[in-house]
């Protein structure tokens, strides 16, 4: 197991671990303030959390009520 650490490239990685890590704690942020959704509360929650990059992205772009 420490021969798998050993070998992964951590500055190629790292950046797309913080990156993830921002995205999810904005978009919860953002989903626990917010009364309007395209579609239900629950399901953008599920989304966010388990989709990993996406889905936050998706969560922005679809997820969020303009009305």
């Known amino acids: 197991m420490l021969e798998l650490f050993e070998a992964i490239n951590w500055a190629v990685i ?11 704690i904005v978009a919860l942020i953002d989903w626990a ?8 509360k629950w399901m953008w929650f ?10 936050p992205i998706l969560y ?8």
Request: glycine letters at 10%; a positive charge; charged letters at 15%.
């Open 14 to 24: 790292a950046p797309f671990i913080i990156i993830q890590g921002i995205l999810l």
């Open 33 to 40: 303030k917010a009364e309007r959704f395209n579609g239900p």
């Open 60 to 67: 922005f772009i679809f997820g969020r009520s303009n009305r």
């Open 46 to 55: 599920f989304i966010i959390v388990f989709v990993n990059i996406l889905g």
